[in-house]
Every structure is written in C-alpha cells, then in structure tokens.
C-alpha cells in the first residue's frame, strides 16, 4: 500500500501562503495525489488531486515533482479558516475507491 | 445538490450491543464507502460498495459489516461492540464506475460519533 509523510504540524501567518509537503516514495505510476482537509471532526473536505502535471482551483495549487515522489500543497493566502488537518493521500491505482489516509499535518493559521 | 448525510449524528451503546448507522449519497452517486476515525488510528477504510456489491474492504473484523440498496443509500452494522469501538464514522459517496478507473473525488458527510460505554 502506498504511504504518506506529512509533518504533524505547521504554522503559517494569516495572508501568507502555506505550503504543505508530503511524501510519497512508494507511489506508482499511476497513482493519483489527493489533498483532503478536516475542520474539528467535520467530515473531510476534497481540496484538489493530481497525477503527473501540477495542478490548481479555486482552493489551492498542487506541486508534484517530477519523479512523482514528493509533492507539496499551497494555499496562496491563507486565512484563520483554513486551520485544519491537511491529509495528502495516495489513492490506490485501480483499486476503486479506497484511500490511505495518513497522520496529515495540522496547519495552524495565525492572526 | 444536497451533500451526504448520514443517521443519526451521535449515538451511545453499551458493550456487546449492536449499532447500524446509514449514509444517503449524493444523488447520482452509486459508490459509498465508510471509513473509521479514532484518535490513536487516525482514518481508516472499512469498505466500499458499489451498485450493492461490496468491492473492496479495508483490515476490520468481520463484526463490521455493510450493505447497500438499490437507491444507494448505504448502511453499515458493528455487532457485539467493544469499547474500542468508539469512533467517528464517516461514509463518503463518489461518482463511480463499474471499471473502477478511478480518478474522482469522494465526498464526506458529517459523521456519527459512535460511544460504547
């Protein structure tokens, strides 16, 4: 099963960007990256995913390295709502819908 | 479009006793899946269903059990509870097809915090 390295925690400064890394060493090729977040036991939210080719919405961008082993996560200007767990998940190639969640990162926004 | 929802939000059982709780998807959406959160395991799949067949599962007992109806609408059963039990269980729905090629985000409802006394 493919997993995930996040950092436990990270600050970032209101208005800032907040970039988030992960790990992914193990992945193959043709495995997505998906970012999700929790807001205080809330169900998680989808924030965006990606295969080779960086990535952005109205939320975030995603960064994937070339051999697709690490990638990172930025939240262009972060604001006290976008305090959460940040989960990087792997999705298992064509194994339908089943995530790997790992530990994930604890963003802390402050004022 | 209404999100997920899933019944009921908050629940306390005793050991031994048995629980189901049930997850509506978005409308549209034939897969579920159903996941545990606890403090010390962090999330964890339990399984998925798709067109009422389970097609993949997660490292639970089998006191953990699913099923899904026609509609989609999902429910899952834990029999004989233990303590460890205690938990916050998250189903989340996704646009799905039957090959599986998958590149589609899945959708969390709220949650039912589970307590087992």
């Known amino acids: 099963d493919a997993k995930t390295t996040q950092p436990p925690s990270m600050d970032c400064a209101e208005g800032r960007a907040a970039n988030l890394p992960c790990n992914h060493s193990t992945i193959s090729g043709n495995e997505y990256v998906y970012w999700y977040r929790q807001i205080h036991s809330q169900g998680p939210q989808y924030i965006i995913h990606?295969?080779?080719n960086n990535e952005t919405n109205e939320m975030a961008s995603l960064i994937i390295t070339e051999d697709r082993k690490s990638s990172t996560l930025i939240l262009p200007h972060a604001t006290l709502r976008d305090t959460a767990v940040y989960y990087c998940?792997?999705?298992?190639?064509?194994?339908?819908?089943?995530?790997?969640f790992g530990s994930g990162t604890k963003l802390n926004v402050k004022p | 479009k209404a999100g997920v929802t899933q019944t009921p939000r908050y629940l306390i059982k005793t050991r031994g006793q048995q629980v189901t709780l049930s997850c509506s998807p978005i409308s549209g959406h034939r897969s579920v899946s159903w996941y545990q959160q606890t403090p010390g395991q962090g999330l964890q799949f339990l399984f998925e269903?798709?067109?009422?067949?389970?097609?993949n599962k997660g490292n639970f007992p089998g006191r953990f059990s699913g099923r899904q109806f026609s509609n989609s609408r999902s429910e899952m059963n834990v029999s004989t509870l233990e303590l460890g039990d205690s938990a916050l269980y998250l189903c989340?729905?996704?646009?799905?097809?039957?090959?599986?090629?998958?590149?589609?985000?899945?959708?969390f409802g709220p949650g039912t915090r589970l307590t087992v006394l």
């Open positions: 989340a729905s996704s646009l799905s097809s039957r090959k599986g090629l998958e590149n589609n985000e899945q959708f």
């Open positions: 998940i792997v999705r298992v190639g064509y194994n339908f819908n089943k995530f790997y």
């Open positions: 990606g295969l080779k």
């Open positions: 269903y798709f067109s009422e067949t389970q097609r």
